[in-house]
């Protein structure tokens, strides 16, 4: 149980467009999910959080017009990269919180290599 | 504000032996504390949670609060636990809306 998924694994865009990253809770509800960039071999940054139905809080420094965070249901929270630029190449990571172990427990997706051109 | 602090980066043993990754935090309030761990190409998950006070592939964790640590240890290292493990801190949904602090990682290396 407590599966959360990412879609796409891998994307590579060319500097200007969106690209839409997907992550769902499979076998549980997630009021919140949490979407992170993470650097190579350094830890997650937490990016904002998302809460079902209402707008997502955004940590200091995080840009909420690039990223645009969508929760429109208690499964699936989706993260647009907006005019992507080769700066914004990274791994995202989405985590939501909930399954069986309840508290705050945080279950992760496997990530989303972004690529930008 | 919350902080955690895992003061090595890197960390090899030889199988066999007993391992402990440090992990060290600043918050004044009552932290829920955590260990994931992030095997090669694999997604991060969860080792332990502190309020369970289990043992999850022989590893444990004691929140010591005079210290501030949630240490994770195993007495017999085997090379499978070879992998990038993260401590981290919730100061509770009512505080931080469940959010997660994490320390910077420590990579561990069991050897043959």
């Known amino acids: 149980g407590a599966v959360v998924s990412q879609h796409p694994s891998r994307v590579i865009c060319k500097s200007g467009t969106s690209v839409k990253i997907e992550c769902r809770s499979l076998?549980?509800?997630?009021?919140?999910m949490f979407w992170y960039r993470q650097f190579p071999k350094k830890s997650l940054m937490l990016m904002a959080t998302?809460?079902?139905?209402?707008?997502?809080?955004?940590e200091q420094g995080v840009e909420k017009d690039k990223f645009l965070i969508n929760h429109a249901s208690l499964t699936l929270s989706t993260l647009t990269v907006t005019s992507a630029h080769p700066e914004d190449s990274s791994f995202y990571i989405c985590s939501a919180r909930g399954g069986l172990a309840g508290g705050d427990t945080q279950y992760f997706g496997p990530g989303t290599r972004l690529t930008v051109l | 504000a919350q902080r955690v602090t895992q003061p090595e980066k890197l960390l090899s043993v030889f199988k066999g032996a007993p391992v402990e990754l440090k992990c060290n935090y600043s918050?004044?309030?009552?932290?829920?504390l955590f260990w994931y761990v992030q095997y090669s190409r694999q997604r991060l998950q969860l080792l332990l949670r502190?309020?369970s006070r289990e043992s999850i592939k022989g590893f444990t964790a004691d929140l010591n609060k005079g210290e501030t640590s949630f240490h994770l240890k195993k007495p017999f290292a085997q090379e499978e636990d070879s992998a990038m493990y993260y401590c981290a801190l919730s100061a509770g949904r009512e505080t931080s809306g469940s959010r997660l602090t994490f320390g910077e990682g420590t990579q561990l290396t069991v050897n043959p």
């Open positions: 502190h309020i």
């Open positions: 918050y004044s309030g009552s932290p829920e």
């Open positions: 998302s809460n079902e139905g209402s707008k997502a809080t955004y």
């Open positions: 076998d549980f509800q997630a009021t919140t």
